[in-house]
């Protein structure tokens, strides 16, 4: 058992403020609030200065201090530290002074963000001894926990919703996990794992290590704040399945503001999710904070499509605080999402990549994120994974056989006149 650190100090209720022990627990037994990692800010402070991480290996293990594990991560040491590009031609193609995207489509090794939530709660499932871990999984989720916990020696089952893309699926089935498919949506998934948990004592990496998990998310912000000159961004959209992720990038420019690594002169957090699941846009749009459950979801972004967001008040709230606001999208405007990223930046992203490109268009065209003002799109997963969204929809190749005639005549006389036309 390793010492206890001496900066992660709690299990917290977000609610009424109780303190728990560090164990493999996730609502407070008074009032069912959500449990999240407590630190000591004060002990920290000294610690985790701007010299000491910029000396430290390019992961998101540069930020430790603010990471729920007690000894050294075990699991996912190389995940995170993803480029921060600065997007010149998507800027100009949505119409604003400045844009990065924050490229989490090469996270290590799962091609996604949720590599970072696992690698925190796989780590600390080790340190509390579970044998065997699983999660419930819209599809980026099962293949993080079935990759990392094959190179950890963990026994491993991912419970899916059975309609996912065969990316997903196979993105799982290879790392020899016990994928199990369930008939139904993610909620009822959901609700199948928490008895499960309950019921075999398995570390269940989004319920009862959900406290650990969740902070992972925080490594995506404070590489941010790190890559932009320690400096918080403007603006950050953010894609929104459970909220989970948009609540804690504004947990983690706070904690970096809190520490002094960064000034705090003022941030706004938006969200983004598709049309045919977006109880939290729609709550946002309506003007309050009760989450209508989505029943069917119907988009093709699959990893965006949970119904009842299990932190969707909260990220309500952070977006409402920062004077942040939510968007939504159609499948139509995901693809062209999609398209418009890779064409101007040549990064292929998943569906959720184009709800947060689609969205961030709408809110400059609003006005909601000023022209003159700089912003961060989140790009969350590689587009690999979910080619049956777009397959038909960029064009065709065109065929021609091995001759420089069919060329000529074909290809290079074609597009010379088309060019001609365009000059
Ligand atoms: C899981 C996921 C998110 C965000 O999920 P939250 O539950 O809101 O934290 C965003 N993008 C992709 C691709 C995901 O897989």
Not at 4 to 20: A, H, M, Q, T, V
Not at 248 to 275: I, M, N, P, W
């Amino acid at each position: 058992m390793d010492k206890p650190s001496p900066y992660f100090s709690n299990l917290k209720c977000r609610e009424c403020g109780r303190l728990y022990p560090k164990q493999a627990i996730h609502v407070c037994d008074f009032d069912f609030g959500p449990l999240e990692a407590a630190y000591d800010y004060e002990a920290i402070r000294p610690v985790l200065t701007r010299k000491a991480i910029e000396s430290r290996p390019h992961s998101m293990w540069r930020y430790r201090e603010l990471l729920p594990i007690d000894g050294d991560p075990t699991v996912g040491q190389q995940v995170g530290f993803t480029p921060l590009v600065k997007a010149d031609r998507l800027a100009k193609a949505l119409g604003i002074r400045e844009l990065y995207v924050k490229n989490d489509t090469v996270n290590y090794p799962t091609l996604s963000f949720k590599d970072r939530v696992v690698s925190v709660a796989l780590s600390r499932a080790c340190e509390l001894g579970f044998r065997t871990v699983a999660c419930a999984s819209t599809g980026n989720l099962a293949n993080s926990v079935a990759a990392n916990a094959a190179s950890a020696g963990l026994k491993s089952y991912v419970l899916i919703p059975a309609d996912l893309e065969q990316g997903k699926v196979l993105g799982s089935l290879v790392y020899g996990t016990n994928v199990v498919a369930i008939h139904g949506a993610y909620d009822q998934v959901n609700r199948l794992c928490s008895e499960i948990a309950g019921k075999y004592g398995w570390g269940f990496v989004n319920v009862n290590l959900r406290p650990y998990y969740a902070e992972g998310s925080k490594t995506m912000g404070f590489e941010i704040c790190e890559q932009l000159g320690w400096k918080i961004p403007r603006h950050t959209v953010v894609p929104m399945a459970s909220g989970s992720l948009l609540t804690k990038l504004h947990k983690a420019y706070g904690e970096f503001a809190r520490l002094g690594l960064v000034e705090d002169t003022g941030f706004s957090v938006h969200g983004a999710q598709a049309t045919g699941c977006a109880p939290i846009s729609h709550a946002m749009k309506r003007g309050t904070d009760l989450v209508k459950p989505v029943a069917k979801p119907d988009t093709i972004a699959k990893s965006l499509a949970i119904g009842t967001p299990a932190d969707g008040y909260y990220a309500i709230h952070a977006m409402k605080q920062t004077g942040g606001s939510a968007e939504d999208v159609t499948d139509e405007e995901v693809v062209e999402g999609i398209r418009l990223l890779a064409e101007c930046e040549g990064i292929f992203a998943e569906t959720a990549g184009g709800v947060t490109t689609a969205c961030a268009k709408k809110l400059i065209e609003s006005g909601k994120i000023p022209r003159d003002q700089s912003a961060v799109l989140c790009i969350t997963g590689h587009g690999l994974k979910t080619q049956e969204a777009i397959i038909g929809k960029c064009g065709e190749p065109r065929l021609i056989n091995p001759s420089l005639r069919e060329f000529e005549e074909q290809i290079y006389s074609k597009d010379a006149a088309a060019d001609a036309v365009a000059a």
